[in-house]
């Protein structure tokens, strides 16, 4: 991860945080006044969101942590794991409880009163949430290099962005169910509808929550680097003329931070100092060109 896109991850994560604690307060408020099951369901949620966003930044400060004797490739993963934790608990904490107070509501089902507050509080929300959303896809359009959005959610290591991205669109989501199932209870008078937003809100958020822990599952079982950062490392090697033969390349994202190791025929006739320096000079213009390259063990050999 360069630093300008550890700056934009920062960015679109305080973006976040910054929205969700103030939508959260506003939400707990307006539970409060109307015994709403979607309006308690979507504070546990901005809650769980804002506790979320603490987790990403830790887990992207603890990510740059230099290598040392017990982790010699470092502590970039780590940045993995705590997005995992993250998609734990938006599962549990948020659409689990969301299912559960739902049916909570259709069992002891309670009126509702002063829904107009909500309504608001849901308005202003989906506001601030906007903003939030437009933030996290700003600072996704600074690092995705030309790419189309699908192909760079496809592609990316960065999953504190894709949890991001992934929190917005849910809380989006949940926030206009939540609006909708609660104005037809007030419409109707049938506290039901309040019920079935609060397990519509649940559902999306496991929706969510499975989606971004399938995507940060690869990357902690260990992905290679981005295909950007793979053709700019092919294209470098290709072009070394000491080179005769290149048998494999390897790459593997470790957080912010990439590792290569390659296999490689040097041409006839070259002596053992002549290879070293060769290699010495291939490494260091791969380090200058390949943003966070932090480790590149190149072999020369005469078969794969």
């Given at each position: 991860?360069?630093?300008?896109?550890?700056?934009?991850?920062?960015?679109?994560?305080?973006?976040?945080?910054?929205?969700?604690?103030?939508?959260?307060?506003?939400?707990?408020?307006?539970?409060?006044?109307?015994?709403?099951?979607?309006?308690?369901?979507?504070?546990?949620?901005?809650?769980?969101?804002?506790?979320?966003?603490?987790?990403?930044?830790?887990?992207?400060?603890?990510?740059?942590?230099?290598?040392?004797?017990?982790?010699?490739?470092?502590?970039?993963?780590?940045?993995?794991?705590?997005?995992?934790?993250?998609?734990?608990?938006?599962?549990?904490?948020?659409?689990?409880?969301?299912?559960?107070?739902?049916?909570?509501?259709?069992?002891?089902?309670?009126?509702?009163?002063?829904?107009?507050?909500?309504?608001?509080?849901?308005?202003?929300?989906?506001?601030?949430?906007?903003?939030?959303?437009?933030?996290?896809?700003?600072?996704?359009?600074?690092?995705?290099?030309?790419?189309?959005?699908?192909?760079?959610?496809?592609?990316?290591?960065?999953?504190?962005?894709?949890?991001?991205?992934?929190?917005?669109?849910?809380?989006?989501?949940?926030?206009?169910?939540?609006?909708?199932?609660?104005?037809?209870?007030?419409?109707?008078?049938?506290?039901?509808?309040?019920?079935?937003?609060?397990?519509?809100?649940?559902?999306?958020?496991?929706?969510?929550?499975?989606?971004?822990?399938?995507?940060?599952?690869?990357?902690?079982?260990?992905?290679?680097?981005?295909?950007?950062?793979?053709?700019?490392?092919?294209?470098?090697?290709?072009?070394?003329?000491?080179?005769?033969?290149?048998f494999n390349i390897i790459t593997m994202q470790f957080g912010p931070?990439?590792?290569?190791?390659?296999?490689?025929?040097?041409?006839?006739?070259?002596?053992?100092?002549?290879?070293?320096?060769?290699?010495?000079?291939?490494?260091?213009?791969?380090?200058?060109?390949?943003?966070?390259?932090?480790?590149?063990?190149?072999?020369?050999?005469?078969?794969?």
């Amino acid at each position: 991860m360069s630093s300008s896109s550890h700056g934009s991850t920062a960015r679109a994560i305080l973006y976040a945080f910054l929205a969700n604690s103030g939508i959260a307060l506003a939400k707990t408020w307006a539970a409060w006044l109307t015994g709403s099951g979607s309006m308690l369901a979507e504070a546990i949620h901005s809650y769980a969101d804002a506790g979320n966003q603490v987790l990403l930044f830790l887990g992207l400060r603890q990510s740059t942590r230099a290598p040392d004797a017990e982790h010699p490739l470092g502590y970039g993963k780590l940045s993995y794991f705590w997005s995992f934790i993250v998609a734990v608990l938006l599962f549990s904490m948020g659409g689990l409880f969301s299912i559960y107070e739902g049916f909570h509501k259709l069992q002891y089902p309670e009126p509702l009163s002063q829904v107009w507050i909500a309504q608001l509080v849901l308005v202003f929300a989906i506001v601030l949430e906007g903003f939030s959303l437009l933030g996290c896809i700003r600072e996704i359009g600074k690092i995705r290099l030309g790419r189309s959005f699908k192909a760079w959610l496809e592609h990316t290591r960065n999953s504190e962005l894709v949890v991001v991205l992934g929190e917005d669109i849910a809380a989006l989501l949940g926030l206009a169910i939540a609006l909708c199932f609660l104005s037809l209870a007030s419409v109707t008078g049938n506290t039901m509808y309040d019920a079935f937003g609060s397990i519509s809100i649940g559902v999306v958020l496991l929706v969510v929550s499975v989606f971004v822990a399938l995507r940060v599952r690869s990357l902690l079982v260990g992905r290679s680097a981005d295909p950007l950062i793979q053709e700019a490392i092919n294209t470098i090697i290709g072009q070394e003329p000491d080179i005769e033969k290149v048998f494999n390349i390897i790459t593997m994202q470790f957080g912010p931070d990439t590792m290569l190791a390659a296999k490689i025929k040097m041409r006839p006739g070259m002596d053992i100092d002549a290879v070293v320096d060769s290699i010495n000079a291939l490494e260091r213009r791969l380090k200058e060109e390949i943003p966070n390259l932090e480790w590149s063990f190149i072999e020369p050999d005469n078969t794969d």
